[in-house]
């Protein structure tokens, strides 16, 4: 039976006490650290940056699972690299040239991702496939924490399995948005490989250890 990984997002942590809350995702026995990077144009708000990465690097060994949720993604890839990012993942919606990028993240030694808004179908995806390690399904729209989950976005994660066994393609199915101690079990149900939290997981509403396998 493969591993669940579960990746909080310290969008929703105490950001006076950042390396207090890694230890609260050591802790739980957490997986990744997933690090939502907003640049207050492709979405409202502005979060954090490569200072930020690179100051929490040497506080844990957690793999590093960087979100960028920002114009112009291929003029960032190179210095979050030098960070410290593990996974680099960008938007499909915002990048002309997608395999150049993915490319460029390989370049560095890194994991390339790629995701989707609710309102990109899977089908947009279909070119580069078999080029990705990641694929982020948002199944809220993105910029703001502690919204509640959009069902239907749920619906990609099957399809994204299906065409993953048929093809022989390696790529991991990561979910963002909305995750909760209400609707995690039907999130697993998906075959979801990855599942992101940060409201859920920072209040303690999700009790991950009962389905850790």
Not at 46 to 67: C, E, M
Request: hydrophobic share 45%.
């Amino acid at each position: 039976m493969k591993k669940l990984l579960l990746a909080p997002s310290i969008l929703s942590a105490d950001f006076t006490a950042l390396a207090s809350s890694i230890k609260k995702i050591e802790d739980a026995a957490a997986d990744w650290i997933h690090i939502d990077v907003m640049d207050g144009s492709f979405v409202p708000n502005i979060s954090f940056g490569q200072p930020i990465v690179k100051a929490l690097r040497p506080v844990t060994k957690l793999p590093f699972d960087v979100h960028l949720m920002i114009n112009n993604p291929e003029q960032h890839i190179e210095t979050f690299a030098k960070a410290g990012a593990d996974w680099i993942t960008f938007h499909w919606e915002n990048v002309i040239h997608c395999h150049r990028l993915v490319q460029q993240i390989h370049a560095l030694g890194k994991k390339a991702g790629i995701s989707i808004v609710p309102s990109t179908p899977v089908s947009a995806l279909e070119a580069v496939l078999p080029y990705v390690d990641l694929i982020l399904i948002m199944s809220v729209n993105p910029g703001f924490g502690g919204q509640k989950l959009i069902e239907p976005c749920l619906h990609k994660i099957p399809e994204l399995v299906r065409l993953r066994e048929q093809n022989g393609f390696s790529y991991l199915i990561s979910v963002d948005g909305g995750v909760n101690g209400e609707n995690v079990s039907r999130v697993i149900e998906t075959g979801v490989d990855v599942i992101v939290s940060g409201s859920a997981f920072f209040d303690g509403s999700l009790h991950w250890e009962k389905y850790r396998q």
